[in-house]
């Protein structure tokens, strides 16, 4: 059981264990907006219904620019595991410029492929193959992809997940 934590201006911040959440209300850090009904933890002053979605009571600020760690699996997701080539289902990765001539592991460098392509296209670059991109690898962007956890997103999440 999980809680979607929302900053004072009402921003997706983070994704915690419902025993924090449960700690920052009790402490009157955050104020519950959401509640899962169907789950109630019992102590010694009663009964608690789980928070799913609390708001912090003060503003969080947070560092300008959070950088999104680039991995396979994110990757796949962000090109909606089409092969960036022909557009069909990929499960694997491929470098656009081949990582045997110096190209990076980075969003802007990665890109979903399937197999077929990643054979046929080896260690050459696009310009040698005769292929083209038909757009720009990123590093994406939005609420799922900066909050932790937040991609598996609880039912009771989605009116303040917005993107
Ligand atoms: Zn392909």
């Not at 990757?75 to 080539?85: E, K």
Request: charged share 20%; proline share 6%.
């Amino acid at each position: 059981m999980r809680t979607l934590v929302l900053n004072a201006g009402y921003e997706p911040l983070a994704v915690v264990s419902f025993r924090r959440a449960l700690m920052l209300v009790l402490n009157q850090k955050a104020t519950v907006l959401e509640q899962n009904e169907a789950q109630k933890v019992h102590s010694a002053n009663g009964a608690f219904e789980l928070p799913s979605v609390i708001l912090l009571s003060r503003y969080v600020r947070v560092p300008g620019g959070r950088l999104i760690p680039v991995s396979r699996r994110g990757v796949l997701r962000r090109d909606m595991h089409r092969c960036a080539y022909c557009q069909r289902p990929a499960n694997t990765i491929d470098h656009v410029q081949p990582k045997s001539r110096g190209g990076a592991d980075s969003w802007e460098n990665l890109v979903a492929c399937c197999l077929r392509c990643n054979n046929k296209k080896g260690d050459k670059t696009l310009a040698e193959i005769g292929w083209s991109l038909s757009f720009t690898p990123r590093m994406p962007h939005g609420t799922s992809w900066m909050v932790r956890g937040a991609d598996h997103a609880e039912p009771e999440w989605q009116n303040y997940l917005a993107a």
